[in-house]
């Protein structure tokens, strides 16, 4: 597991100093994936380079199994490079050396030779699918082939952390789905702690199970993703659950409107079927939808009540796990 | 005006010249580019934003090495007569040609290398530090292979540029060709020796260039794709 402890960074910049990273905290679970996310210039790429020690923070610590890692220097710090897998942002494959040869890149730099490389090298190489393009180069593989090859590269020295920087913003959505899965697999078959850099949600809904929000260099939201899109207020919520429109002369026609979150296949399947039928109430869908955060279907409703125990309703299917907000609504303008 | 001279002796003393001339570049090719490769990766390495920047360090490696290559060949030729007496007890013929055609070549190759290495993706670079591998591996590994099909290029420029200053090697008894181009050709108006001269040399070049070239695409496995 990896801890990120009060991470600081400052660069000097045009008008004055740039504050890239301002005391940032993360924590990621050892066999976890987590998605750090946020606007252009928030300090991902910062944060990302920091955590490969490429960059050296200003202060703060790097902890990979308790030990700190940002103010190694030499034999120390290589090994410690050793812990952490990088996918670098962009194209990172020697294009000199086979599919094969990359991956085999950091078992040369760790001493590892002869039948072991070649094993370990075979293996990672049908971790990521690619068995049948060990001995092709670079310029003969797709866009997402090489990021899957890069992958297998970072993996190869069996690090406890992967990083990967933007894994999958050059490809198409189709490629990034196969990128995404090779991710998915490092950490579910070799439990490795995934530390994941993007600017793109459908990575988060994909894959992540932890989210850290990014924003001018501090974390302003951090948790587990389903627990953050029950909670309709955070960023996570809005760019992850479907929209729901507003649409005020549709809904003056209810006792009661609410915004329902639910999470997993028994609250989507039947929770608001069986509160219609327990209390009595109608109970119709204005806006929202479905959607999937890695395995889990997700849902958010805006639905219309109409009945005596529409408030009854409301409380069991936020006892039975829903997460309900009530909007202003009904024709007495009360507030619910 | 003396009669030409005949075919068959111009024939005997090109034959001479343009061996003295490929001995003397093959040989300070060698030399300038094993002295030089290391040069250039020495300011690569301590270039901003290389694997270890020093930028003082950098500044003043690049200072003198600019001085070496701005340095007229000429000068370099008689100021290293001394060295070449030094190290070769021996201060004519195309052996003493050999020290300062290699001396001058080094910061030029210096140069050249480390552009070379620049040309070296930083993203591919950095991937190879976050493998843990150290300096020495990551200059072996990445960046001279990642280039070799350049660098056999700039071997080739070398050569190139070595074969034009071998010319001058006549001044300190070097002979090859630029010698019996300028001695016989120039000096005794001989045109016979003057053009035949300079088409040999025009052969040696083109085929310095053809060669690296070949080399360079055979060891290069990128395949540039058009889009
Ligand atoms: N090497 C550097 N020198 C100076 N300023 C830098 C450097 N690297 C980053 N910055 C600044 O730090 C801030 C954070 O940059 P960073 O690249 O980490 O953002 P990002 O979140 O990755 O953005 P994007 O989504 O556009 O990639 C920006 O204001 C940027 O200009
Ligand atoms: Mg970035």
């Known amino acids: 597991m990896i801890t990120v402890e009060n991470l600081t960074k400052t660069f000097p910049g045009s008008t004055g100093q740039v504050r890239a990273l301002d005391g940032v905290n993360l924590d990621v679970a050892a ?3 987590l998605g750090v996310v946020g606007p252009s210039g928030a300090g991902k790429s ?14 703060g610590a790097i902890r990979v199994d308790g030990t700190d890692l940002v103010s190694l220097d030499g034999t120390a710090l290589r090994a410690a490079r050793r812990q952490i897998g990088v996918v670098p942002q962009g194209d990172s494959l020697l294009r000199q050396r086979t599919a094969a040869g990359n991956v085999a890149l950091p078992l040369e730099a760790a001493g590892v030779a002869g039948p072991q490389r070649r094993n370990r090298v075979a293996e990672l190489l049908d971790l990521v699918g690619l068995t049948d393009k060990a001995g092709s180069y670079p310029d003969q593989l797709s866009g997402g082939q090489r990021q899957r090859i890069a992958v ?11 990083l990967a920087d ?3 913003s050059a490809l198409d959505p189709d490629t990034t789905g196969s990128v995404l899965t090779v991710l998915d697999r490092a950490r579910a078959e070799l439990g490795v702690t995934v530390l994941v850099v993007t600017h793109d949600m459908g990575v988060v809904r994909k894959i992540c199970d932890d989210v850290a929000v990014l924003e001018g260099g501090r974390v302003v939201e951090h948790g ?3 627990d953050l899109v029950s909670d309709a207020a955070s960023r996570t919520a809005a760019s992850l659950l479907p929209a729901v429109d507003q649409n005020p002369a549709a809904e003056g026609a209810f006792d009661r409107v609410a915004d329902i979150v639910l999470i997993g296949f028994a609250a989507v399947g039947a929770l608001l079927p069986e509160a219609t039928s327990r209390f009595g109430v109608e109970l119709n869908l204005l806006g929202g939808g ?3 955060l890695g395995e889990t279907p997700v849902a958010r409703f805006r639905v219309g009540l109409k009945g005596e125990r529409a408030d009854s309703a409301l409380e069991w299917i936020s006892e039975a796990g829903g997460s309900v907000r009530r909007t202003l609504a009904g024709p007495q303008g009360v507030a619910a | 005006m003396r009669s030409a001279t005949p075919w068959s002796e111009v024939f005997d003393q090109l034959l001479v010249a343009t061996g003295e001339t490929l001995y003397m570049v093959v040989v300070s090719t060698l030399i300038a580019v094993l002295l030089g490769t290391p040069v250039g990766i020495w300011l690569q390495l301590t270039a901003p934003g290389g694997l270890n920047p020093r930028p003082v360090l950098h500044k003043v490696l690049g200072f003198v090495v600019d001085l070496g290559r701005s340095m007229p060949f000429l000068v370099l030729l008689v100021v290293l007569t001394s060295l070449t007496r030094l190290l070769l007890t021996s201060t004519i013929g195309p052996t003493a040609a050999i020290v300062p055609l290699s001396v001058g070549a080094i910061p ?6 480390q552009n070379v290495l620049s040309e070296v993706n930083v993203a591919v670079v950095e991937a190879a530090v976050t493998t843990g591998s150290s300096t020495l591996r990551i200059v072996r590994s990445v960046l001279l292979r990642e280039s070799l099909p350049a660098l056999i290029n700039a071997i080739g420029v070398t050569a190139i540029a070595l074969l034009g200053y071998s010319a001058m090697a006549g001044v300190v008894g070097g002979g090859g060709l ?6 016989m050709g120039y000096q005794r108006f001989n045109d016979r020796f003057l053009w035949s001269t300079v088409v040999v040399l025009a052969i040696i070049a083109t085929a310095i260039q053809l060669v690296t070239n070949r080399v360079a695409r055979g060891v290069d496995r990128r395949r540039t794709t058009s889009i």
Request: hydrophobic share 50%.
């Open chain 1, 46 to 59: 910062t944060l990302a380079r920091c955590v490969a020690l490429l960059e050296r923070p200003d202060s």
């Open chain 1, 224 to 226: 587990k993703v389903l």
């Open chain 1, 31 to 33: 066999g976890t994936v």
């Open chain 2, 108 to 113: 030029f190759v210096g140069r050249l290398v």
């Open chain 1, 166 to 168: 933007e894994p999958t």
């Open chain 2, 178 to 183: 630029g010698d019996l181009a300028v001695r």
């Open chain 1, 290 to 292: 479905l959607t999937r």
């Open chain 1, 152 to 162: 297998a590269r970072a993996l190869a020295a069996s690090p406890s952390v992967l």
